[in-house]
Antibody, heavy 117, light 110 residues
Framework: EVQLVESGGGLVQSGGSLRLSCAAS????????MRWVRQAPGKGLDWVAN????????YYVDSVKGRFAISRDNAKNSLYLQMNSLRVEDTAVYYC??????????WGLGTLVTVSS | QSALTQPPSASASPGQSVTISCTGT?????????VSWFQHHPGKAPKLMIY???KRPSGVPDRLSGSKSGNTASLTVSGLQAEDEAVYYC??????????FGGGTKLTVL
């Protein structure tokens, strides 16, 4: 079964850091783009970051550039999101997604990040 | 405010059809045939229903269809069933490896 499982969310103070992880299974992880998407409470979905298959290409939404870093370990079938200088407006459920066929074809259940002031 | 504009709600009775719109710009929806639609039930993982404007992944019923005209994409759900009640989001490629989403449309089956 194709599956993505996020972990690492939690409560952190403004200015703090968190590292999210995503464990992939059921497919050849190293052959897919991977992406992070977030959903703030009561809001819609927002794309956060992309990483290509070998990790050499990384792209971010403007609001997180310089603060967040996406990475992957193909040997461990894992995707990561290092989040630094967190702001209250970063509070959201963070979803790990697979980037197949120019879309987001598989999603995890998400992990909640809460940034307090 | 989301980059793509969707109506906040839509509704129809079982067996009827409903169409949800997704309006972007000439830099995203209008520029690329990479519009997708996702179904989201609360507490569950979002599910891909339509990709590349009108393609359905394996397992998605043909009651769902997608189309695009200019800067507006549409999702039509025909023969509505109770299980179709969910929030639907559209997304589009916006160039230079950037992606944009709509704010979501809550579909109610009356």
């Amino acid at each position: 079964e194709v599956q993505l499982v996020e972990s690492g969310g939690g409560l952190v103070q403004s200015g703090g850091s968190l590292r999210l992880s995503c464990a992939a299974s059921g497919f050849t992880f190293s052959t897919y783009y991977m992406r992070w998407v977030r959903q703030a409470p009561g809001k819609g979905l927002d794309w956060v970051a992309n990483i290509n298959q070998d990790g050499s290409g990384k792209y971010y939404v403007d609001s997180v550039k310089g603060r967040f870093a996406i990475s992957r370990d193909n040997a461990k079938n894992s995707l990561y999101l290092q989040m630094n200088s967190l702001r209250v407006e970063d509070t959201a459920v963070y979803y790990c997604t697979r980037g197949g066929s120019w879309t987001f074809d598989i999603w995890g259940l998400g992990t909640l990040v809460t940034v307090s002031s | 405010q989301s980059a793509l504009t969707q109506p906040p709600s839509a509704s129809a009775s079982p067996g009827q059809s409903v169409t949800i719109s997704c309006t972007g710009t000439s830099s995203d929806v209008g520029a690329y045939n990479y519009v997708s639609w996702f179904q989201h039930h609360p507490g569950k993982a979002p599910k891909l229903m339509i990709y590349e404007v009108s393609k359905r992944p394996s397992g998605v019923p043909d009651r769902l269809s997608g189309s695009k005209s200019g800067n507006t994409a549409s999702l039509t759900v025909s023969g509505l069933q109770a299980e179709d009640e969910a929030v639907y989001y559209c997304s589009s490629y916006a160039g230079i490896s950037n992606w944009v989403f709509g704010g979501g449309t809550k579909l109610t089956v009356l």
